[in-house]
């Protein structure tokens, strides 16, 4: 099968679990065999196409959708599919469904139509999602929790859930001397991070707790959070920024610990690789993340506050037994969602619908 791809992260320009998303299926249906083009906003000043990887990426200095669009046809149409990852890309997706006369599967990473915001251009990005579901045959989400709010719209696509995907990495020893924690993700309220570092501020312990912090926000919003940091006295934060996808999954690896106190959740991709990669959890269970997170896998926190937080840290330093063998039962419960198994779930969506 020939399938075009639209996403606005392709590695290595990874921000998110999008971009992680869109490059480890690209490579999953590469291996099966199929005929995979990516299609994808790139830094140079010219439409750079290339092979890597064996996946074709074509990279355009623009969004410009009538240049694009006409590139597609001279170069590369027909397809037997168009996959959508990214919001922006919908104009080029309708054209292309319209010149090929085949379907558009979109992976909604997160659902957007339905928040309130006053700022313009999240309005603009709401419009175009709603504009992007109606246009679709096929909408994936990677959660139950997020296919009800979509099933919810009334729409006349098609809904499934296809959970998001997670890379195994060997599991090593949990050290027992390790106090160190790591939270992944975007600097937003939703995610929780005051409420941690709330918790860190007032968080007495005989040892301390060592917190570093991967990922960007808005810069106000960051400066807020590096002033919360700066009143806890006994246990050290580290903002270290964004760091790619592939040195972060090793890096990872060497903690004692991820924390994920998220408010929010379309899925909860880092908590999965964290599970992946064999590192113990503490984790809320906010919309996506009830569908893989329980007590059996991670230390839960419920409700979300700075107490519970501090409830959930003993728990998952001083019980250490217990750690040990959720750490074991998230790892195995993490192959289940082996990239490989989640492709031939694409694979055979497309198939049916083609």
């Given at each position: 099968m020939r399938i075009l791809v639209l996403t606005s992260e392709y590695e290595p320009t990874i921000i998110g679990g999008l971009g992680v998303v869109a490059s480890q299926l690209a490579a999953q249906l590469s291996a099966l065999g199929h005929d995979v083009i990516i299609v994808t906003k790139g830094i140079k000043q010219y439409v750079d196409d290339r092979m890597i990887k064996r996946v074709r990426v074509i990279s355009f200095p623009q969004r410009i959708t009538e240049n694009v669009v006409r590139y597609l046809q001279k170069q590369v149409l027909p397809v037997d599919m168009i996959h959508v990852h990214s919001i922006p890309w919908d104009d080029v997706?309708?054209?292309v469904k319209e010149i090929c006369k085949v379907k558009i599967v979109y992976t909604c990473h997160s659902?957007?139509?339905?928040e309130k915001s006053q700022v313009t251009l999240a309005k603009t990005m709401q419009k175009r999602q709603q504009q992007l579901l109606q246009r679709s045959d096929v909408v994936i989400s990677p959660s139950e929790w997020q296919k009800n709010q979509i099933d919810a719209m009334h729409l006349t696509f098609k809904s499934i859930t296809i959970p998001n995907g997670v890379t195994i990495l060997p599991i090593e020893p949990l050290a027992s001397d390790k106090h160190d924690l790591v939270f992944v993700g975007r600097l937003v309220r939703l995610k929780g991070i005051e409420d941690l570092l709330t918790a860190l501020t007032s968080y007495s312990q005989k040892y301390p707790i060592s917190l570093d912090v991967y990922g960007r926000?808005?810069?106000q919003y960051e400066a807020q959070l590096l002033r919360m940091a700066k009143k806890i006295r006994t246990h050290k934060v580290h903002f270290k920024g964004f760091l790619d996808h592939d040195r972060m999954m090793q890096r990872i690896r060497s903690y004692g610990g991820l924390i994920m106190p998220s408010k929010n959740e379309s899925f909860g991709l880092s908590v999965l690789e964290a599970m992946g990669c064999?590192?113990?959890?503490?984790?809320?269970?906010q919309g996506g993340l009830a569908e893989f997170v329980d007590s059996r896998v991670a230390v839960v926190i419920d409700p979300i506050s700075p107490e519970t937080i501090k409830e959930s840290l003993d728990e998952l330093f001083q019980v250490k037994e217990k750690t040990a063998e959720r750490q074991?039962?998230?790892y195995e419960r993490a192959k289940?969602?082996?990239?490989n198994l989640i492709?031939?779930?694409y694979e055979k969506l497309m198939k049916e619908i083609r």
């Open positions: 997706a309708t054209a659902l957007i139509a339905t926000g808005e810069k064999g590192i113990p959890v503490c984790s809320s269970l074991l039962a998230a289940q969602y082996a990239w492709a031939k779930r």
